[in-house]
């Protein structure tokens, strides 16, 4: 199976600041890397797909980038509404495994 | 406008069975896809199955591998999960997700909750 590292566990950030998750696959996934948030009670929204794609209705303050086994996760302004917890999956073969969670909150 | 509603969650005991049930409406059903995925209290995302379009490739993750079983009906526009063998480690809120051609999840439910006590 393949194994999703993410770092760091947690940060604290400010309204304004650029925030950067990374993402590391086990072995090399292509693009098919996916990134999702989550607030707490809510299901899971997906922000950026095939590591690099912006899904519809999502900010452009959101940002993917990599390829092969490492990705990053970038929100370029921190605003109030970004403060929650943030995962990576890879579907580049099954079982499509997750990330353990960034949890971004206030500094 | 793209729903997803899990129904069937609930308490059940530790080797005891339960059914969960995903109704879907806003788009064409049989034509997409389908995960479950599920979340423990307090803890992160866990990928459980997938089913594609026709059933004809299903995939599951280890640990339920054996004792839960993944199925749709297209004409009911239904997915479901069947869950035997049910240990504490099961419990979790319980997602079916909608899986798009980039194959990332796009659409979610709000999630049935499902605890296994005795």
């Known amino acids: 199976d393949i194994q999703m590292t993410q770092s760091p566990s947690s940060l604290s950030a400010s309204v304004g600041d650029r925030v950067t998750i990374t993402c590391r696959a086990s072995?090399?996934?292509?693009?098919?890397l996916n990134w999702y948030q989550q607030k707490p009670g809510k299901a899971p929204n997906l922000l950026i797909y095939?590591?690099?794609s912006l899904q519809s209705g999502v900010p452009s303050r959101f940002s993917g980038s990599g390829s092969g086994t490492d990705f990053t996760l970038t929100i370029s302004s921190l605003q109030p509404e970004d403060f929650a917890t943030y995962y990576c999956?890879?579907?580049?073969?099954?079982?499509?495994?997750f990330g353990q969670g960034t949890k971004v909150d206030i500094k | 406008e793209v729903q997803l509603v899990e129904s069937g969650g609930g308490l059940v005991q530790p080797g005891g069975s339960l059914r969960l049930s995903c109704a879907a409406s806003?788009?064409?059903?049989?034509?997409?896809?389908m995960n479950w995925v599920r979340q423990a209290p307090g803890k992160g995302l866990e990928w459980v199955s997938y089913?594609?379009?026709?059933?004809?490739?299903?995939y599951y993750a280890d640990s339920v591998k054996g004792r839960f079983t993944i199925s749709r009906d297209n004409a009911k526009n239904s997915l479901y999960l069947q869950m035997n063998s049910l240990r504490a480690e099961d419990t979790a809120v319980y997602y079916c997700?909608?899986?798009?051609?980039?194959?990332?999840?796009?659409?979610w439910g709000q999630g049935t909750l499902v605890t296994v006590s005795s």
């Open positions: 806003g788009f064409t059903f049989s034509s997409y896809t």
């Open positions: 999956q890879q579907t580049y073969s099954a079982p499509w495994t």
């Open positions: 997700a909608r899986v798009i051609s980039d194959w990332a999840l796009d659409y």
């Open positions: 072995q090399s996934i292509s693009s098919y």
């Open positions: 089913i594609s379009s026709s059933s004809s490739t299903i």
């Open positions: 095939a590591a690099s």
